[in-house]
C-alpha cells in the first residue's frame, strides 16, 4: 500500500515554480544523501529543470523564494523548539503549561466546527481530496474514514511519511501558496488551522480553488479571526506560540470572506465569537452590546443579515466556499523572477534536524537566509539602506555623525540605527494599517446601508400587508352591517 502510495503521488505532482511536467530520474551517487532522501529517484523539472528530492515516498516539492519569508520563520520556530524539547523533559517549563493551557481551551471549539465542516463537506467514497497542513493527521483518518482518496501536505515530512506508511493517505511536501498540481485536480480542497500561519494569504486561497473542479468545494476550518479594528501585530501577542516566534497571522473574518468569494459561493460557520465595542462602527454601546449578545449565540451557519457585522467580531470560524468557475494560474508567473533562497535538496535537509545541537544551528541557518535574524551586527546596521521617512532619515545621519566623531563608541551608536530604522517602519505599517481600516469602514457603512434598504423594503411589504388585511377586514364588517340594516 505504500508502494502504491508513493507512486501515484509521483505521478502527481508538478514542478511548484513553473506547473512543469516531472521526470524520475536517477541521483548521481548511490550512497544514502543528505537528509535522507530516497536514493531511487529524483524528481527532475522538465521545463526550469529543478530538481525536488524523495523521503519515505514523499516528494519535497518545497523551493523557497524569496516570497516564502513567512514559510521559513515557521520553520525556523519549529526547529528551535525541536531543539528546546530534544534537551529533556519539560515539566516545570511555564511556556509549555501555557501553551497546554492554550490547546485545552480551543479543543472542543475546534471539535465542534470540524464535525460541522465535515457533514457541510459531505465528502463521499472515491472523491479525491486535498488536505493542507496535515499535521499529526486527525483530519486526514476521519476524511479516509468516509472512503475518500486523500492527498496530503505539509512542509516538514515525518507524519506524512508516517501516515503514507499506514496506507491512510498519499503526501507531498509543498507551500500553500505554490500547490505543485494540475488545475481542477481535486473534488474537495480542505485545510485546518493552517491559513492563519500563511503570509501569502491571498495566493494561497486562489490556488486552493485553482486546483479544484468547478462544483467541488473549498473548505477552511477553525480559523482564528480578530475584529477589522483590531491591530494584527498585537492580536496574538503574548500566547505561546507568538513567544515560541511561530509565524501568527490573525486576520479579519472579512479577509477570509473576500478570498473565497472570488472563485465562488461561500457558507459560513461562526463559534465562540466576541464583539470589540469600537467607536470606529458609529453605533452607541447600547446598541453594540446588543449586537454582542446576537452575535455571542451564532454557533452555526450565519445569516447573511449579520455578515457585516462579523467584522467587528473575534472568534472561530469555518468557510466553505462551493466553486462556481474555473480559476487558472500562469505557467509563466512571478516565481520565476523570484530567487530562490535555498534548493528543495537544501530546504529538506535542513527540516530533518531532529537533536537539540543540530536543530538550533538548522533554525539560525534558516534564520540567516531569509534575513530573519533579531539583532543584525552594527556594521550590517550600518550599511542597510536609507529610511524613506525624512524624519527617520535625519536621525540616522546624526546617529552616523555620532560614530564617527566618537570612535570608542561607534559600535554603541551604529546599534542605535537599527531600531531607530524599526520604529520608522512600525510608522509606516501604522499608517497602513489605518489606511487600510478606512477603506474597510467605508465598504462596511456601504454593505450597512444595503442591509437598511433590504429591511425598510421588507417592512413596508409587512405594513402593505397589514393595511389589505384591515381593508380586507372593514369590508367584510360593512357588508354584515349593510346585510343587517336590510333585514330589519
Not at 516545570?92 to 481551551?105: H, N
Not at 537539540?356 to 550590517?380: D, F, K, M, T, V
Not at 546596521?381 to 570612535?407: F, G, K, Q
Request: hydrophobic residues 40%.
Amino acid at each position: 500500500m505504500h508502494d502504491t502510495c508513493a507512486s501515484s503521488i509521483l505521478d502527481l505532482v508538478v514542478c511548484p515554480r513553473c506547473l512543469g511536467q516531472l521526470r524520475a530520474t536517477a541521483p548521481a551517487n548511490s550512497h544514502a544523501g543528505r537528509g535522507g532522501t530516497d536514493q531511487q529517484v529524483l524528481l527532475d523539472c522538465t521545463r526550469c529543470g529543478l530538481e525536488f528530492p524523495v523521503f519515505s515516498g514523499v516528494p519535497c516539492m518545497i523551493a523557497p523564494t524569496t516570497s516564502s519569508r513567512g514559510l521559513l520563520k515557521e520553520v525556523a520556530a519549529r526547529l528551535k523548539d525541536t531543539a528546546r524539547r530534544s534537551r529533556g523533559p519539560l515539566p516545570s517549563d511555564p511556556l509549555e503549561a501555557q501553551r497546554i493551557a492554550e490547546d485545552t481551551r480551543t479543543a472542543e471549539l475546534h471539535r465542534r466546527l470540524e464535525q460541522w465542516a465535515t457533514e457541510s463537506l459531505a465528502v463521499e467514497a472515491g472523491q479525491v481530496v486535498l488536505e493542507l497542513g496535515v499535521g499529526a493527521g486527525g483530519t486526514t483518518r476521519r476524511l479516509a474514514e468516509r472512503g475518500a482518496r486523500v492527498v496530503a501536505t505539509d512542509v516538514y515530512p515525518w507524519d506524512l511519511a508516517r501516515i503514507g506508511e499506514e496506507g491512510i493517505a498519499c503526501g507531498a511536501m509543498c507551500e500553500a501558496a505554490r500547490l505543485p498540481f494540475p488545475d481542477h485536480t481535486f473534488d474537495v480542497t480542505v485545510g485546518r488551522s493552517f491559513l492563519h500561519h500563511v503570509d501569502e494569504f491571498d495566493r494561497a486561497a486562489t490556488e486552493m480553488a485553482r486546483v479544484t473542479r468547478r462544483g467541488g468545494k473549498v473548505a477552511v476550518i477553525c480559523e482564528p479571526t480578530r475584529a477589522i479594528t483590531d491591530v494584527e501585530a498585537s492580536y496574538a501577542r503574548g500566547s505561546a506560540a507568538d513567544i515560541l516566534g511561530y509565524n501568527e497571522r490573525v486576520r479579519s473574518f472579512l479577509d477570509y470572506y473576500r478570498a473565497l468569494t472570488r472563485a465562488g459561493r461561500v457558507d459560513v460557520h461562526c463559534t465562540e465569537l466576541n464583539v470589540a465595542l469600537r467607536p470606529a462602527c458609529e453605533l452607541s454601546d447600547e446598541e453594540f452590546h446588543l449586537i454582542g449578545e446576537q452575535l455571542s449565540r451564532v454557533d452555526g451557519p450565519v445569516d447573511e443579515r449579520y455578515l457585516y457585522l462579523l467584522n467587528f467580531a473575534s472568534g472561530w470560524c469555518n468557510m466553505v466556499a462551493t466553486i462556481e468557475h474555473d480559476v487558472h494560474r500562469s505557467p509563466t508567473r512571478d516565481d520565476d523572477s523570484e530567487a530562490l533562497v535555498c534548493t528543495p535538496s537544501e530546504y529538506l535537509a535542513l527540516v530533518m534536524h531532529s537533536d537539540a545541537q543540530h536543530a538550533a544551528a538548522a533554525a539560525e541557518h534558516i534564520e540567516r537566509i531569509a534575513g530573519l535574524s533579531a539583532q543584525p551586527p552594527p556594521a550590517a546596521a550600518a550599511r542597510a539602506a536609507p529610511s524613506p521617512d525624512p524624519a527617520v532619515a535625519s536621525i540616522e545621519a546624526a546617529v552616523e555623525r555620532l560614530a564617527l566623531a566618537y570612535p570608542d563608541a561607534s559600535a554603541a551608536c551604529r546599534a542605535m540605527a537599527e531600531p531607530v530604522r524599526r520604529l520608522g517602519q512600525r510608522a509606516v505599517e501604522a499608517e497602513q494599517d489605518m489606511a487600510r481600516l478606512q477603506r474597510a469602514r467605508e465598504q462596511d457603512v456601504a454593505h450597512l446601508g444595503r442591509y437598511v434598504r433590504a429591511l425598510e423594503t421588507e417592512l413596508n411589504a409587512i405594513r402593505n400587508r397589514r393595511l389589505y388585511r384591515w381593508g380586507e377586514w372593514l369590508v367584510l364588517r360593512l357588508a354584515r352591517l349593510l346585510g343587517t340594516s336590510r333585514a330589519h
